[in-house]
């Protein structure tokens, strides 16, 4: 009994230090919705790691952000990303430089590996002083709730995107109604 009297107070203190780790784990932990990574798309192998709490089950979608700071460098970017117009056949009559991705996303539930190529257009983002974003779509999935892990993978560079800014984000598609199964 002498043992484990000496032992309590530090017990307790670790037994502190682990629930504050947690409870910081928790509010350190983005949701789906908030997440913004960087990536450098002309290197090969370059990826991005990320955790993130998905509290709503809905769609998401995961994007690559392609940014320009004025007129002269979004009329280069729109030659490498498109222009985001369609054909009759609605496949992209301009779909930019086609870019292998690969996302793998895992919870404790479901694992997913997925290698898109991201090509054309899905938005267009205005900013101040005439900057702005393209928007290429990855990959959609209804996600369930609970905490996932991202990897987004170049598998393949492209030297034209060097010294151009990218990110990676998701998405949420906004809630309409009741979500198939």
Do not use: W
């Amino acid at each position: 009994m002498k043992a484990t009297a000496r032992y309590l107070p530090i017990l307790t203190f670790a037994a502190v230090i682990i629930m504050m780790a947690r409870s910081s784990l928790a509010t350190a932990t983005p949701n789906a919705a908030e997440v913004f990574l960087p990536i450098d798309v002309s290197e090969s192998g370059t990826s991005v790691i990320a955790d993130f709490k998905v509290t709503d089950e809905r769609l998401y979608i995961f994007y690559l952000n392609v940014h320009y700071r004025n007129e002269q460098q979004r009329q280069q970017i729109v030659t490498l990303v498109g222009d985001g117009g369609r054909s009759r056949n609605s496949e992209y009559a301009n779909p930019g430089i086609v870019l292998p991705i690969r996302l793998k996303l895992a919870t404790n539930s479901m694992f997913e590996d997925v290698t898109s190529n991201v090509k054309g257009v899905a938005g267009h983002g205005l900013g101040p002083h005439l900057s702005g974003e393209y928007v290429r779509q990855i990959h959609a999935a209804i996600l369930k709730k609970g905490l996932y892990q991202m990897k987004i993978t170049i598998p393949q560079g492209f030297a034209q995107f060097k010294g151009i800014e990218c990110a990676i984000s998701v998405g949420v598609q906004p809630h309409t109604g009741p979500i198939l199964k």
